[in-house]
């Protein structure tokens, strides 16, 4: 038996292979009773479960080729956004956004919709030109943007198979500074929430909900290469941080990215984390909901109402944003959107007793839930919060897929 990484989800599974080549995993796939790939484990939802078998993706190949002339990078499904990043920065160029940790595959992350944050920032499958997937039928598929199946493919919850490569575009190299701004009035955030998620390329705000009425912190990445705005400080009030900062207040700040406004190389300022440590806190739960931006005030003032009920469960609320894309099954489709992040402690009692109420305040605002963190599944009207669903169901009755109303 085996456990995500958050440890809070033991797998159903009853088998694990690790195939070492493409080649092995088109010869095992066929042969094997519901198979489903399993990557850096870091889901906390039963998205990358099965009552079969699990395809563990960490034998195969992890080259990375960067293409200049074209602007992609091309890399193997097991590659990670740490591994990857920074081969992509020694060949001269960059990725638009990065998620919050970089310890995740690339693959993953895009088969679940996960994101960083920025106003003008899809997620992270809007990098993705081309993808490559060996089928449960051991077929191999080749899908780039501009095909009629792209946009059902790419945020594909591992359904349609076990993604093998990947095409990102890419763009040239810049640098990052990061601030911190501690103890922020939530009623000046309310007032304007576009004006402080525009202060920065990525901006995080960060609350523990002990205060009804403050922030705990507002992270502000800012790309140099691009025109200085507002000061933070001065823009949003509270105070500049003394020193470095962990995302959950007390936690030791040695894991996190360099802050102080140093400059530095885009792929160690966008992440919140370093891949040298333990992201986040480790063992902990995640849930996530995306509310299309225009409730995005509602949705914190509906959080606000029940700030008591939340700080008991809760290590930290991250509020950030993401921008609209087309793709079939992103919790950003069709409409820009607030993300609402939750670390819990590592307590199934405690957050399963929080959800229904915090699920009944978002629903009528359209949240779709994360694919990859805990929700209510049984709950979840995906015919209703994704119009392309029936779409989404066609497709994988091409392919071949494994039911997707098991997701």
Same mark, same amino acid.
């Given at each position: ?34 198979? *489903? ?8 939802? +039963? ?23 074209? *602007? ?150 800012? +790309? ?58 480790? *063992? ?83 949240? *779709? ?18 119009? +392309? ?19």
């Amino acid at each position: 038996m085996s456990t995500n990484w958050g440890g809070n989800l033991t797998y159903a599974a009853t088998g694990l292979v690790e195939p070492g080549s493409v080649a092995e995993l088109r010869r095992l796939l066929p042969t094997l009773e519901a198979p *489903r790939a399993l990557g850096s484990r870091h889901s906390f939802s +039963r998205v990358a479960d099965t009552p079969g078998v699990h395809v563990s993706t960490a034998g195969l190949p992890r080259s990375v080729e960067v293409d200049g002339d074209k *602007r992609v990078v091309r890399l193997e499904g097991a590659v990670r956004y740490g591994d990857l990043a920074p081969v992509v920065d020694g060949a001269g160029w960059a990725l638009a956004n990065l998620a919050s940790l970089p310890h995740i595959t690339v693959a993953g992350a895009v088969a679940t919709g996960t994101h960083g944050s920025g106003d003008r920032l899809g997620s992270l499958a809007t990098e993705v030109s081309a993808l490559e997937v060996v089928g449960w039928d051991g077929q191999l598929r080749r899908v780039n943007a501009g095909d009629a199946d792209f946009a059902g493919a790419v945020v594909s919850l591992g359904r349609l198979g076990v993604v093998t490569a990947l095409e990102l575009r890419l763009e040239p190299s810049y640098e990052v500074a990061q601030t911190v701004v501690d103890r922020v009035p939530l009623d000046g955030v309310l007032a304007d929430l576009d004006a402080v998620t525009a202060l920065g390329d990525s901006v995080s705000l960060f609350t523990t909900w002990r205060s009804a009425d403050v922030l705990d912190m507002v992270w502000v990445k800012r +790309r140099l290469d691009r025109p200085a705005g507002l000061d933070p400080v001065e823009a949003i009030g509270g105070r500049a941080a003394d020193g470095p900062r962990h995302p959950v207040p007390g936690v030791d700040p040695a894991p996190a990215t360099e802050q102080g406004g140093a400059p530095g190389p885009w792929w160690t300022r966008l992440p919140h984390f370093r891949l040298d440590h333990v992201p986040s806190v480790g *063992r902990e739960i995640q849930s996530e909901y995306l509310v299309p931006r225009r409730h995005g005030v509602a949705a914190l003032e509906a959080l606000r109402g029940m700030a008591d009920r939340l700080a008991g469960p809760l290590q930290v609320c991250e509020v950030r944003t993401v921008a609209a894309d087309e793709l079939w099954l992103s919790g950003a489709y069709g409409t820009d959107v607030v993300g609402l992040h939750f670390t819990w402690h590592l307590d199934p009692a405690a957050v399963c007793a929080v959800l229904p109420e915090l699920e009944g305040r978002l629903a009528p605002l359209g949240a *779709r839930p994360h694919w990859g963190k805990v929700h209510r599944e049984a709950e979840l009207d995906a015919a209703t919060l994704y119009p +392309r669903w029936g779409d989404w169901l066609d497709l994988l009755a091409r392919w071949g897929g494994q039911d997707a109303q098991t997701a």
